[in-house]
């Protein structure tokens, strides 16, 4: 059975820096194309980026373009997010998931692996 774990979520200040990771077990996440996903309180979960299976970046929030970054670790068959310069409306539980990385969206279907979710709060 194969599961994802978030993990690296936390209390941050403004301005500040996390690295979140998803960490799969029972498969190998080499081949698979990761989203990550975030919820604030009262909002809709959200698409922000996605790795391709080629390791292709996209964005999906013009806003954390230039701040977030995904990368993929075969070995340690985890794939990470690196947030800098965070702001409070960054604060929002992130998930990962097994994905496709539609150009103007990520798509998950529903025998793909999520996460429990990791939470963020950016507040000084």
């Known amino acids: 059975q194969g599961q994802l774990v978030e993990s690296g979520g936390g209390l941050v200040q403004p301005g500040g820096s996390l690295r979140l990771s998803c960490a799969a077990s029972g498969f190998s996440l080499n081949g698979f194309a990761i989203g990550w996903f975030r919820q604030a309180p009262g909002k809709e979960r959200e698409g922000i980026l996605c790795?391709?299976?080629?390791?292709?970046?996209?964005y999906y929030k013009e806003d954390v373009k230039d701040r977030f970054a995904i990368s993929r670790d075969n070995t340690n068959n985890t794939v990470y997010l690196h947030m800098n310069a965070l702001k409070p409306e960054d604060t929002a539980v992130y998930y990962c998931?097994?994905?496709?990385?539609?150009?103007?969206?990520?798509?998950?279907?529903?025998?793909?692996?999520w996460g429990q979710g990791t939470q963020v709060t950016v507040a000084s």
């Open positions: 998931a097994t994905s496709a990385c539609l150009s103007r969206n990520i798509v998950t279907a529903p025998n793909d692996y």
């Open positions: 790795i391709s299976a080629s390791d292709r970046t996209r």
